[in-house]
């Protein structure tokens, strides 16, 4: 089971990534379920978390704002310079893991920000040689592959702020925590 703070990471890198249209809401909900079982929890987090597929689509996008400050967390605007970086770090992170392909974080880079984003420059310099050695030999292409999981590393290194403890505590459990007025009736 990953720790709380591993599974609040991956939440938001996958709320990063759904945000610039990297990955479908479904994946952020299945991060949900998966911070749930790591020891999160809010009740945003549980709504968000019980979305179905189906749901997800038309959902995370309403739900995914509160459950994430319930837990501390934050989602940079998808065209923000910082929303940006984040896209790039998450996107690191998961090439790292083995989710993606050097040639496939350096394409998605290149082809998402172009050499406009300092923070990602490099990548898309990268890409662009890997464009100039498609009928090169795999000594070249091994090399590029070797700089571009050194700027990964480089890029994954900075971690999104997560906090240690959630923010969101449960209410007060010896009574109700609304009013309602059902609340008052009083029966004979």
Same mark, same amino acid.
């Given at each position: 089971?990953?720790?709380?703070? !591993? !599974?609040?990471?991956?939440?938001?890198?996958? +709320?990063?990534?759904?945000?610039?249209? #990297?990955?479908?809401?479904?994946?952020?909900?299945?991060?949900?379920?998966? +911070?749930? /079982?790591?020891?999160?929890?809010?009740?945003?987090?549980?709504?968000?978390?019980?979305?179905?597929?189906?749901?997800?689509?038309?959902?995370?996008?309403?739900?995914?704002?509160?459950?994430?400050?319930?837990?501390?967390?934050?989602?940079?605007?998808?065209?923000? #310079? !910082?929303?940006? #970086?984040?896209?790039?770090?998450?996107?690191?992170?998961?090439?790292?893991?083995?989710?993606?392909?050097?040639?496939?974080?350096?394409?998605?880079?290149?082809?998402?920000?172009?050499?406009?984003? %300092?923070?990602?420059?490099?990548? +898309?310099?990268?890409?662009?040689?890997?464009?100039?050695? #498609?009928?090169?030999?795999?000594? +070249?292409?091994?090399?590029?592959?070797?700089? /571009?999981?050194? !700027?990964?590393?480089?890029?994954?290194?900075?971690?999104?702020? /997560? %906090?240690?403890?959630?923010?969101?505590? %449960?209410?007060?459990?010896?009574?109700?925590?609304?009013?309602? %007025?059902?609340n008052k009736l009083q029966f004979p």
């Open positions: 089971m990953p720790s709380t703070e !591993a !599974a609040a990471s991956e939440l938001q890198d996958r +709320a990063t990534l759904w945000s610039v249209g #990297e990955i479908p809401a479904s994946d952020v909900v299945s991060a949900a379920c998966d +911070a749930l /079982v790591a020891g999160l929890d809010s009740p945003g987090l549980r709504v968000l978390a019980a979305c179905t597929r189906a749901e997800a689509d038309y959902d995370v996008h309403d739900l995914l704002p509160e459950a994430l400050d319930e837990l501390g967390l934050f989602l940079h605007p998808a065209a923000s #310079e !910082a929303g940006q #970086e984040a896209a790039a770090r998450a996107l690191a992170r998961r090439m790292l893991a083995g989710e993606l392909k050097p040639w496939e974080l350096t394409f998605r880079i290149n082809q998402r920000y172009g050499h406009e984003l %300092p923070l990602t420059a490099r990548l +898309a310099k990268l890409d662009d040689e890997y464009a100039l050695l #498609e009928y090169g030999g795999d000594e +070249a292409v091994a090399q590029i592959d070797a700089e /571009v999981i050194a !700027a990964a590393r480089r890029l994954a290194a900075v971690h999104p702020r /997560v %906090p240690a403890e959630p923010t969101y505590s %449960p209410p007060d459990a010896r009574g109700p925590t609304r009013e309602f %007025p059902l």
